[in-house]
């Protein structure tokens, strides 16, 4: 029974620890890819702002809509890519 429980807890340690790294590796997704939309006028400041600001000022149709969404960060900026040149042209 000690062997499975310390089994069981060596387990329970790397999943921590993937879950900490799976953490990180969105928290630089999400930084790279506001980077990409605020473009030269990036800060973590600005983009926080400007995510406080949408979510406040969005209807309750729209929050539903975002937090429904099930896009990757991949899909959202190429289909922001298509409606903004300005982006497409500074990512080349």
């Known amino acids: 029974m000690t062997k499975s429980l310390s089994q069981f807890e060596?387990?329970?340690?790397?999943?921590?620890?993937?879950?900490?790294?799976?953490q990180s590796k969105q928290a630089l997704q999400l930084l790279k890819e506001a980077q990409k939309i605020l473009g030269e006028e990036f800060?973590?400041?600005?983009?926080?702002v400007v995510l406080a600001d949408s979510w406040k000022s969005a209807n309750d149709s729209k929050r539903k809509e975002w937090t429904s969404s099930?896009?990757?960060?991949?899909?959202?900026?190429?289909?922001?890519?298509?409606t903004n040149p300005k982006s497409v042209a500074a990512n080349s």
Do not use: D, G, H
Not at 43 to 48: D, H, I, R, W
């Open 43 to 48: 800060t973590p400041e600005l983009a926080l």
């Open 70 to 82: 099930t896009y990757s960060f991949r899909k959202v900026t190429s289909t922001y890519n298509k």
């Open 10 to 22: 060596q387990k329970i340690e790397q999943l921590k620890k993937k879950k900490e790294a799976l």
